[in-house]
């Protein structure tokens, strides 16, 4: 019963601090940052009820460790930036999204039990590495959105209501810029570190699984758009569909391959 009334309180914590820019006069407040402790406490909550102090390695467990991942890193962006905040319209929703997918998900799978061999040093660093790549990708694919969004509005001259509230298009590419980069440095420390995992537990040091060339399209996406963006100043619409793809790429190769082999071939 814990554990229901738990997973029903992760599940609509994102809730109000995505409506919270709706509010007249809106900003950085105590208000805000009441539902942006309240979204990061809640799933970080039930990761710690589900996990204790074994590492689950089901996918529903990893989806709500992202969510948590992402949770906190967008409270930290809004803490150190002026803009950041005002993603929570689009990114609280699809963290909400995440949790109701994450909670139907653990009542089909069948967690695969982790391989062991590698230092336990080695594998929490790759874990860690792999959760904060994760919500750093998120984060920079949630800005390109926002950017996208806006820019689409400006050659309409048809503003919306979601447009308002988010930030500038120069704003959403000044943020998603700097979130690539710190992603594209964390993917390479976890390819890395994963490669180290690998041959402590195979002794094969890269083995070509969907999970690593997904991974490794990822990295030479967002390392072409970096050098594009810094060579040629790609931005706008391609950068932003560069930066999704990227995104797309990186879950595919974390939770998108958790599914196929814990859900659909189990």
């Not at 229901?4 to 309180?9: A, N, P």
């Not at 949790?99 to 982790?114: D, K, Q, R, T, Y």
């Not at 041959?199 to 399209?217: M, N, S, V, W």
Request: hydrophobic content about 60%; some cysteine; overall charge positive.
């Amino acid at each position: 019963m814990s554990s229901v009334v738990l997973t029903l309180i992760a599940l609509v914590a994102p809730i109000p601090a995505a409506l919270a820019p709706l509010r007249p006069g809106a900003g950085r407040d105590g208000l805000f940052w009441a539902f942006v402790v309240l979204a990061v406490a809640a799933p970080s909550t039930l990761v710690l009820a589900q996990m204790g102090n074994v590492w689950q390695t089901s996918l529903s467990a990893a989806l709500w460790v992202s969510i948590a991942a992402c949770a906190a890193l967008f409270g930290l962006l809004a803490a150190v930036t002026a803009q950041a905040w005002r993603l929570a319209p689009l990114l609280m929703p699809f963290l909400a999204t995440l949790g109701g997918l994450a909670s139907l998900i653990g009542l089909v799978e069948n967690p695969i039990p982790m391989v062991g061999g590698a230092p336990p040093v080695w594998l929490d660093l790759h874990i860690v590495v792999s959760v904060l790549t994760y919500a750093l990708l998120t984060l920079a694919a949630v800005a390109s959105l926002a950017a996208f969004l806006q820019e689409r509005s400006l050659k309409r001259k048809h503003p919306t209501r979601l447009t308002r509230l988010l930030p500038s298009v120069a704003d959403g590419e000044h943020l998603a810029g700097w979130l690539l980069v710190a992603g594209e440095a964390v993917l390479g420390l976890g390819l890395l570190t994963g490669m180290v995992t690998q041959y402590f537990e195979t002794g094969i040091l890269l083995r070509l699984q969907h999970k690593t060339l997904l991974a490794l399209l990822a990295f030479g996406l967002i390392g072409l758009l970096l050098v594009g963006h810094r060579v040629c100043g790609v931005r706008g619409r391609m950068a932003a569909r560069v930066v999704l793809l990227s995104w797309l790429l990186l879950t595919l190769a974390y939770p998108g391959v958790k599914f196929v082999t814990q859900v659909l071939l189990p």
